[in-house]
């Protein structure tokens, strides 16, 4: 998964149809009433954001790998 709960976001369970509403208005107002906790969560989500999913990290990823389809050593 992207996010980790708790690191980069807060997720819900969103199987229980009858408790997703008042689940969702719970994580909202944890991250309104700790604004050090929201930005902490969105500084993890940009760094992971940045680490695994910038433009020349996944030019090089898709570069490994047809090298590595091609049977050239990178």
Do not use: Q
Not at 3 to 31: F, H, M, Q, R, T
Request: include cysteine; charged fraction near 35%; glycine fraction near 6%.
């Amino acid at each position: 998964e992207f996010i980790s709960d708790g690191y980069e976001g807060l997720l819900i369970d969103v199987n229980d149809k009858n408790k997703v509403a008042s689940k969702l208005e719970k994580a909202i107002e944890s991250l309104i009433n700790n604004k050090d906790k929201a930005k902490k969560l969105g500084a993890n989500a940009k760094t992971k954001l940045y680490n695994n999913f910038a433009a020349d990290k996944i030019a090089k990823k898709y570069e490994h790998l047809c090298f590595k389809l091609l049977g050239i050593d990178s």
